[in-house]
């Protein structure tokens, strides 16, 4: 009988920036990131629904050690890793609002999702891991920033679609009576 190998998320997620480091989802960074990030949200969501919100939490931390990885790399080598975990992190959160926009029976999974990467970006910016690295805090920024727009983009257009339903009800006013 063949007993199944038990690999542990961080395990899981160090195979998966190993593939993405090494370009297997595309050569360009922007191809490399789009693919890489499907392939990550799949992994999240089996880790999800394996392990529940703490082993999302883990999964999302590597995070944090591939950026401190980047770190401590000579500088030419450091803008090229900044700018594919940034790529990375930024279609991860493209695919995850995808998932919540397309899938609404998956929509717990894609919040869970947003919500782990929004505390990531939290702790890049106020924790004091990456205060010296001021261009891993600028890309954070401009992520939650570009996040945040599209947030309020999207809750203008709820609110746009919800006012349209209520001027339509009230154009049509009450049922008559005996009808």
């Known amino acids: 009988m063949h ?34 990030a499907d392939a990550l ?18 999964a999302l931390q590597c995070f944090k ?25 930024s279609s991860l959160v493209d695919a995850a609002e995808r ?12 919040c869970a999702v947003l919500e782990e990467v929004r505390w990531r970006l939290f702790r890049v910016l106020a924790g004091d891991g990456f205060s010296e690295a001021a261009d891993i805090q600028r890309r954070a920024l401009d992520l939650v920033f570009l996040s945040y727009m599209r947030e309020q983009t999207e809750l203008q257009q709820q609110q746009q679609r919800h006012k349209q339903l209520v001027a339509g009800g009230a154009a049509s006013g009450p049922p008559a009576a005996g009808t």
């Open 3 to 36: 007993t199944p190998v038990q690999v542990t998320v961080v395990e899981y997620v160090s195979e998966f920036f190993r593939k993405y480091n090494s370009r297997a989802y595309g050569r360009s960074i922007s191809v490399n990131a789009k693919g890489g």
């Open 41 to 58: 949200m799949g992994m999240l969501k089996l880790v999800l629904s394996k392990g529940g919100r703490e082993e999302l939490r883990i």
């Open 65 to 89: 050690a591939q950026l401190t990885a980047a770190v401590n790399s000579p500088p030419a080598a450091r803008t090229q890793q900044v700018e594919e975990l940034f790529a990375l992190l």
């Open 99 to 110: 998932l919540r926009q397309f899938s609404p029976v998956k929509e717990s999974i894609s």
